[in-house]
């Protein structure tokens, strides 16, 4: 697999159908940046306003939707700023063919409460080649997420 470079993410969230939506070049909230980076997309929350406690963990939606292509696949990654306070956002993989808004998990590992505004950066997304598209593409149960902290779905 390839790391996508920021055309190539560019060019996926400029075609017809946009691999992320709404699609940022770049922006900075509270002097953290979000939006396309030379190989990653910034994401932002969708809450309001969010308390994310010492020792705490809380569920939290992306301000973006996603529509991954067959031949691409994703990983959630902590922003840096974050992960120097010790904030984590878990490390979730999105597969090929998923679409939706992005559930992430957020875990304060550090001594100091955080908190999070509507708009605000809270985790970035690599983005992968596939060798060839898969013959397989998503179709589980958090296909087409609803905005919004989606909690864990059983089968």
Request: charged share 20%.
């Amino acid at each position: 697999m390839t790391v996508l470079s920021a055309q190539s993410i560019r060019r996926l969230c400029i075609n017809e159908t946009p691999m992320i939506s709404p699609f940022t070049e770049r922006g900075i909230v509270n002097g953290k940046s979000y939006g396309l980076s030379a190989c990653t997309y910034d994401c932002r929350i969708a809450e309001d306003f969010v308390i994310l406690n010492c020792g705490g963990a809380i569920l939290v939606s992306t301000v973006e939707r996603f529509n991954l292509p067959a031949n691409v696949c994703g990983s959630v990654l902590d922003k840096s700023s974050y992960a120097r306070i010790f904030v984590s956002a878990f490390n979730t993989h999105l597969d090929p063919g998923w679409f939706g808004y992005l559930t992430v998990e957020l875990v304060n590992l550090g001594n100091k409460i955080v908190r999070y505004r509507r708009g605000e950066p809270v985790c970035q997304i690599k983005f992968e080649w596939l060798d060839e598209p898969t013959d397989i593409p998503y179709c589980g149960k958090y296909q087409n997420q609803e905005s919004g902290p989606q909690p864990a779905r059983y089968e």
